[in-house]
């Protein structure tokens, strides 16, 4: 019986050895992991808002909001929305070029033919300091909306 007994304790320490360290390898495991999906989000983080057509057709009605097309001149030229100023963000100078002609305290509605190449233009100037908002869909999206194009 004593035997039994001393063997159960030693079983029950062995066990609680493991757990613990078991324990401390999951916590390991987990703070590894949470700091991999902060850094992650923390640099997927989007500096930037996104509207639909609505909410740009509304942004870009305030007098005191830039409408930026980031286009190609050529694409500009097909059509844009009314009082769009076109900077390509394909260019290499983009960011500067903004700055030299954009004020950072006014919003900027930005938007290119679907949207991504817009989106990535924000994230460029959010980083930069200026307060941007991205129309979902691009002018496609618009013109499917029936929003006026001037050319």
Same mark, same amino acid.
């Given at each position: 019986?004593?035997?039994?007994?001393?063997?159960?304790?030693?079983?029950?320490?062995?066990?609680? $050895?493991?757990?613990?360290?078991?324990?401390?390898?999951?916590?390991?495991? #987990?703070? +590894?992991?949470? +700091?991999?999906? @902060?850094? /992650?989000?923390?640099?997927?983080?989007? *500096?930037?808002?996104?509207?639909?057509?609505?909410?740009?057709?509304? #942004?870009?009605? &305030?007098?005191?909001?830039?409408?930026? &097309?980031? $286009?190609?001149?050529?694409?500009?030229?097909?059509? *844009? %929305?009314? /009082?769009?100023? !076109?900077?390509?963000?394909?260019?290499? &100078?983009?960011?500067?070029?903004?700055? +030299?002609? #954009?004020?950072?305290?006014?919003? %900027?509605?930005?938007?290119? $033919?679907? @949207? $991504?190449?817009?989106? /990535?233009? =924000?994230?460029? #100037?959010? &980083?930069?300091?200026?307060?941007?908002? !991205?129309?979902? @869909? @691009? %002018? %496609?999206?618009?013109?499917? =909306?029936?929003?006026?194009?001037?050319?």
């Amino acid at each position: 019986m004593k035997k039994t007994i001393t063997y159960l304790l030693n079983l029950g320490r062995t066990c609680l $050895r493991s757990a613990e360290q078991m324990q401390a390898s999951f916590r390991s495991c #987990l703070l +590894a992991a949470l +700091a991999v999906l @902060g850094l /992650n989000s923390a640099c997927g983080q989007q *500096h930037f808002e996104d509207t639909d057509v609505n909410g740009f057709a509304e #942004l870009v009605a &305030d007098t005191n909001v830039v409408v930026l &097309d980031v $286009r190609t001149a050529s694409e500009f030229a097909e059509g *844009h %929305i009314e /009082n769009a100023i !076109n900077i390509d963000q394909g260019k290499e &100078d983009f960011v500067e070029t903004v700055k +030299a002609q #954009l004020p950072t305290e006014k919003t %900027i509605a930005i938007y290119c $033919r679907s @949207g $991504r190449r817009s989106a /990535n233009a =924000a994230g460029k #100037l959010a &980083d930069a300091g200026y307060k941007c908002v !991205n129309l979902k @869909g @691009g %002018i %496609i999206a618009w013109k499917e =909306a029936d929003k006026p194009v001037v050319q």
